[in-house]
């Protein structure tokens, strides 16, 4: 690995600055998980991205992006938070549905899919985790049953992000009567079809972050189905590796946060023990270490590597640095996190979303599991 950019590599990160500083809306943008007014001025942010060829940069030309490889997607992303660019309301598209599709999907999926999902036409939601079956995926019990060039699909999906206001999702289902790892497809359905139900779960404070679906005799083309019928579980371990090794949280988020993070120390630094300046260093450093490795990893998928049970460890890390430079944040705060006008850079939201880390994208625990297992070899617990 080559520790040094390539002039190629600066002009590109000039270019996305450019563009940024001239694009990147003024003021913050209200919430998608709130009112569909704030969903939609996400999805038009997702459309200037894609008229300017910055949705997804990596994905080839024809399919709306740049051809471009992930060194400077992890550049592209640098610049993206430096911008303080809006959250991406399409990250469940992009970041996990995307790249799986262009390794399991038909030419047709791809050019049916892919497009509309780079330009933010269609917004995806990951429809997975039922009541029973989070941690224990292999425990979903929602059915597609076959019916000629159709399936029919039954049961309730719960923790979806973002699907009360998307517009499809891709889900876990199971051949009835199969067990476990087997007989499980994944398969894209629109959320408006006939029978699907969502019912928002509203958090304490009023945002609709997650929806309940319900699947009432949903009829979907088998040509819907992305991968082989009953491969559901590979497939969709292969959008695990994604969400939690690499492409959900790209390193520069933990950069960006841990240089404001400076700042508000610097800001307060006069009120401050010794001790807070180490621990305010370690997050900084936890970030850097953090957007190294990833720069490794990408320098070795980029020679023909694939991510493996190292996208366990990268989870574990970057939700557990997330929560302590969060918390680092509201110690040198104190009282003040808890007021709007006491703190502009809402510490306090970025915490408690932070608390949700070791939790979505497969817990913590799991992962240390995944680790114990597959990567020091110790027997199964
Ligand atoms: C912010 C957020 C966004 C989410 N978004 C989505 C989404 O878009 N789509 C979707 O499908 N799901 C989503 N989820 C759901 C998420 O995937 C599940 O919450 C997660 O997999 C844990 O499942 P569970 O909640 O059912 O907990 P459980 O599986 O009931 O686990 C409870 C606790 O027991 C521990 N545990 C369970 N089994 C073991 C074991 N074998 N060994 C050790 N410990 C164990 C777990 O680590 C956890 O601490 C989201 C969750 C959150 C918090």
């Known amino acids: 690995?080559?520790?040094?950019?390539?002039?190629?590599?600066?002009?590109?990160?000039?270019?996305?600055?450019?563009?940024?500083?001239?694009?990147?809306?003024?003021?913050?943008?209200?919430?998608?998980?709130?009112?569909?007014?704030?969903?939609?001025?996400?999805?038009?942010?997702?459309?200037?991205?894609?008229?300017?060829?910055?949705?997804?940069?990596?994905?080839?030309?024809?399919?709306?992006?740049?051809?471009?490889?992930?060194?400077?997607?992890?550049?592209?992303?640098?610049?993206?938070?430096?911008?303080?660019?809006?959250?991406?309301?399409?990250?469940?598209?992009?970041?996990?549905?995307?790249?799986?599709?262009?390794?399991?999907?038909?030419?047709?999926?791809?050019?049916?899919?892919?497009?509309?999902?780079?330009?933010?036409?269609?917004?995806?939601?990951?429809?997975?985790?039922?009541?029973?079956?989070?941690?224990?995926?292999?425990?979903?019990?929602?059915?597609?049953?076959?019916?000629?060039?159709?399936?029919?699909?039954?049961?309730?999906?719960?923790?979806?992000?973002?699907?009360?206001?998307?517009?499809?999702?891709?889900?876990?289902?199971?051949?009835?009567?199969?067990?476990?790892?087997?007989?499980?497809?994944?398969?894209?359905?629109?959320?408006?079809?006939?029978?699907?139900?969502?019912?928002?779960?509203?958090?304490?404070?009023?945002?609709?972050?997650?929806?309940?679906i319900f699947l009432d005799n949903v009829r979907v083309p088998v040509a819907d189905r992305l991968g082989g019928e009953g491969e559901g579980w590979k497939v969709c371990m292969a959008t695990a590796g994604f969400e939690r090794g690499l492409l959900l949280r790209s390193p520069a988020r933990y950069q960006q946060a841990a240089k404001r993070l400076i700042g508000l120390y610097e800001r307060h630094r006069h009120e401050l023990p010794a001790s807070m300046a180490e621990r305010v260093a370690q997050s900084w450093m936890d970030a850097d270490a953090y957007a190294l490795a990833i720069y490794a990893m990408c320098s070795r998928l980029a020679a023909g590597g694939t991510i493996g049970p190292e996208s366990s460890t990268n989870k574990i890390f970057w939700s557990e640095l997330d929560m302590a430079l969060s918390q680092t944040a509201l110690d040198i705060l104190g009282p003040r996190a808890e007021l709007a006008e006491g703190d502009p850079e809402r510490w306090l939201d970025y915490y408690i979303f932070a608390l949700a880390g070791p939790i979505y994208a497969g817990s913590n625990e799991i992962q240390r599991n995944i680790i114990a297992e597959r990567m020091l070899g110790l027997p199964k617990g």
């Open 1 to 212: 690995m080559n520790l040094e950019y390539t002039p190629e590599q600066r002009a590109f990160r000039l270019e996305v600055r450019a563009w940024m500083e001239t694009n990147v809306p003024k003021e913050r943008l209200p919430s998608f998980d709130l009112t569909r007014e704030g969903f939609e001025a996400h999805r038009d942010w997702e459309r200037k991205l894609s008229d300017g060829r910055w949705g997804m940069v990596t994905w080839p030309e024809e399919l709306g992006g740049r051809g471009l490889d992930l060194i400077r997607w992890l550049i592209f992303e640098e610049e993206y938070y430096r911008a303080e660019a809006p959250t991406r309301v399409n990250q469940n598209g992009i970041f996990l549905l995307g790249p799986t599709m262009m390794e399991f999907g038909t030419e047709e999926q791809k050019q049916r899919f892919l497009p509309s999902m780079a330009a933010g036409d269609v917004i995806w939601a990951q429809a997975w985790s039922e009541p029973g079956a989070g941690s224990d995926l292999a425990g979903v019990r929602s059915t597609c049953a076959r019916d000629g060039d159709e399936y029919v699909l039954n049961g309730q999906k719960i923790w979806s992000s973002r699907a009360v206001f998307a517009d499809w999702a891709f889900g876990l289902f199971r051949e009835p009567g199969s067990e476990r790892h087997k007989g499980m497809s994944l398969i894209l359905f629109p959320l408006d079809a006939p029978g699907v139900t969502r019912r928002p779960i509203e958090r304490m404070d009023g945002e609709k972050v997650f929806a309940e």
